[in-house]
């Protein structure tokens, strides 16, 4: 039945928070396999939403590792180090990052696990399955073509999707959307 690969993690979705659960896995020295599948071709955090001079509205030691780890290289201000802009960003005098800068930032990190990320896989069922000896429980995951991957934990984390309420669904103008 299982003539292919158990993966020990499989992630739906790498946004923001799979990132930082790539993040930990490997800053804890995780072994194991693991693979995320993301529904996107590529890394774009919020990339409707990058509007000129918009900030993230977030303190940026609020970042994929910060909390948990500020010392990881994984941090926005590495990220900000390591191009040369730390001082840049610094001298703004915003309270907060500009949402483009940090789209860079989340893009950056994400760069970092392109070896374990599958883009432009939409996940559409996830099963329990049992196995033979009922000794343990794995996760059949099918994407969009058909194509499984098992495995014994399976991390979701899909994102936002755009919502605008059904009162406003049919309304034709540009102040309309989801933020």
């Not at 909390?67 to 590495?78: G, L, Q, V």
């Not at 180090?81 to 940090?102: D, M």
Request: negative net charge.
């Amino acid at each position: 039945m299982y003539n292919q690969i158990i993966y020990d993690v499989v992630g739906i979705g790498f946004g923001p928070a799979n990132i930082s659960v790539a993040i930990a896995m490997e800053e804890f020295g995780f072994k194991g396999k693991s693979l995320f599948l993301e529904s996107n071709k590529e890394c774009r955090w919020q990339g409707n939403m990058l509007f000129e001079n918009s900030d993230i509205q977030n303190h940026p030691l609020r970042d994929l590792v910060t909390p948990r780890n500020p010392r990881s290289k994984y941090s926005f201000t590495n990220f900000l180090h390591e191009h040369g802009r730390l001082f840049e960003h610094l001298n703004t005098g915003f309270s907060y990052p500009l949402r483009v800068e940090y789209a860079q930032y989340i893009s950056w990190a994400a760069s970092h696990f392109s070896h374990i990320v599958e883009y432009n896989k939409t996940v559409v069922a996830i099963e329990r399955v049992r196995s033979q000896d009922d000794a343990f429980n794995i996760y059949k995951v099918t994407d969009q073509n058909g194509q499984v991957f098992y495995s014994h934990i399976v991390v979701i984390a899909p994102g936002r999707s755009p919502f605008i309420p059904e009162v406003f669904e049919n309304k034709s103008t540009d102040r309309i959307f989801h933020l």
